[in-house]
């Protein structure tokens, strides 16, 4: 357990928070309830789930249409309680391998194994442990929210009581006698999600669960996979908001024309392209004498200014050398910001052409 001390960026106050290394914990700031996501440094918790037995594990996945393989030898394992994005442009191959994975197409290759069941000859059993949400969510138009769940809830053994939790709770209570015919794309997305956890099954398999949310209803969902992982799930989500999949993945996979083209948490990725931390600093008076500070260190990649402020772009470790440098040429630091490598520049430079 290590305990840090962290600082609301907005009104300054200070928090302590407990927690293992490379554990990410939702805060909320007592004074101006500013809500963020903290990451604990130290030991990467990938590395940690990695010795873990898989929970979803899949091997050489192979699927071809019409001679043109759409999803190409791609192995991965997703362990007990860990949360895997899955990334990749449009056509990569993202929905086919979520659809071999549970056996709705069959693949042409490859192994799949869900709580160690192999889902190509034991489909049945092994869906029994996922929830699952498609890109495509649909219900029966002619009921509602809660007539539906309720059907759903007979096929997977739950209780009506915990249909009507799940209403309120995506904030669909509301709706009341209302047909899911009515219901417009993300009042439709929160009610798949609400089917997906349904009956508290140990994996998810979510496939572009934030599609048509408006911010409110995207926190919403984040906050539910985090709420999940804390009971134990392990989940398997898709997505195109990259920030979302950055801020709630242990590690993420990226998928590139079929092939599985890296996998590793943030960190590690940009560690592997090299990416370096953007440091933005303002000075009270800027000076060539500054400037030249800073050029004149190692590992110092780019230095552009603009009026009193400084853009760097440098290893991770000169950060601390690049403010003394500043100081020690006679600069007074107005303002210091620190941009890590983001998961968008990671996704942009494993899929560019």
Do not use: W
């Amino acid at each position: 357990m290590v305990t840090q001390t962290v600082k609301c960026p907005t009104c300054k106050t200070t928090m302590t928070i407990s927690g293992e290394p490379g554990e990410k914990i939702q805060l909320a700031c007592p004074e101006c309830h500013q809500k963020g996501i903290y990451r604990i440094p130290g030991e990467k918790i990938s590395e940690t789930l990695s010795s873990q037995p898989a929970t979803i594990e899949v091997s050489g996945l192979t699927k071809t249409y019409n001679h043109v393989p759409v999803v190409n030898n791609v192995s991965f394992r997703v362990s007990k309680g860990e949360i895997f994005g899955f990334l990749g442009p449009n056509g990569a191959g993202k929905t086919t391998t979520i659809k071999a994975m549970l056996d709705l197409i069959h693949a042409d290759a490859g192994a799949i194994t869900i709580k160690g069941i192999d889902v190509r000859t034991q489909g049945k059993e092994a869906k029994k442990y996922v929830g699952y949400m498609p890109e495509k969510v649909a219900f029966y138009d002619n009921l509602t929210a809660l007539q539906n769940l309720c059907f759903y809830a007979e096929i997977k053994h739950a209780s009506k009581e915990e249909c009507i939790g799940l209403i309120d709770e995506f904030g669909l209570g509301e709706t009341g006698k209302k047909r899911v015919g009515k219901f417009s794309k993300g009042m439709v997305q929160r009610l798949g999600m609400a089917r997906a956890i349904l009956g508290n099954p140990p994996i998810l398999i979510l496939d572009e669960p934030s599609g048509g949310l408006d911010p409110r209803g995207v926190v919403l969902i984040r906050d539910k996979i985090l709420d999940m992982k804390k009971k134990g799930t392990t989940i398997f989500v898709s997505s195109h908001i990259l920030g979302e999949i950055q801020e709630i993945c242990d590690r993420v996979g990226i998928i590139n024309k079929g092939v599985l083209v890296a996998q590793d948490s943030v960190e590690g990725l940009s560690k592997k392209l090299n990416l370096k931390p953007q440091m933005t600093i303002t000075v009270d008076k800027m000076s060539s004498s500054i400037e030249d500070a800073i050029k004149k260190l190692p590992g110092v990649e780019r230095v552009q200014s603009k009026g009193n402020t400084l853009d760097i772009i440098c290893d991770g470790a000169m950060k601390a050398k690049v403010i003394l440098a500043i100081t020690d040429a006679g600069g007074n630091i107005q303002n210091l910001q620190t941009k890590e490598p983001s998961l968008e520049e990671v996704f942009m430079r494993y899929t560019e052409a």
